[in-house]
């Protein structure tokens, strides 16, 4: 070790650490440990730190990110909700003044915002496809397709793509006045190949088992978001 005052290398060896020895100078020290300088002890604290810390961000990360997945995918399915609400009232205000529902957009008045990552069905027949930005509408269109405008990586969806059963029950069904209609929309909100799939119905409905779904309520049939 070194005189701290004149800088002379002192001999310490044989002396215990924590002894003093006196530099020709007059200075007294006090001979240090064997052990670690601190520099290199922080350099080592640091790298155990890092060593400890990286696991826990893998973890964090492994929790996290399907976490936030899932919240993009829920705030997706607000699309398909909304608009179902808003096609039922729509269907609602046609009937009081018809005493029919119809299975027409045209008709109806039903024209959801650019941007539908979400497929929407009224009945078998074609949808107002939305590939282009200018879009035309006839009375025969029966629903609304996905924006592959806005999401370039979206593919079609067609009526045959919802699950068994489901097809069927879209549409007007009875006769008007005594007759109700479901609209269905289907949308991929994350990157599988499962689709996420609501309903919604002028009348309530009941599930195979007993469950009720009641009328003017969007019910979910295929949860994509925890698939």
Known sequence: MKCPKCGNVLDVTGRVPGSNITCACGNMSTVSGSGLSRKAL????????LVLFCPCVGVLSAIAIPNFIRFQARAKQGECKANLKAWYTTQRAYFQEKDAYSASIEEVGFSPERGNRYAYFAGPGPL??????RVERAAAMRGIGVDTVKHVKAKPITLAQLPEGLESMVGVYGECPDCNITLVCAGQVDNDDTLDVWSISTEERMLEDGTPI????PFNHVNDVED
């Open 128 to 133: 107002e496809e939305r590939g282009t930005p």
């Open 214 to 217: 009641l009328a003017g309520v």
């Open 42 to 49: 922080f350099i080592i604290l640091g790298i155990s730190g």
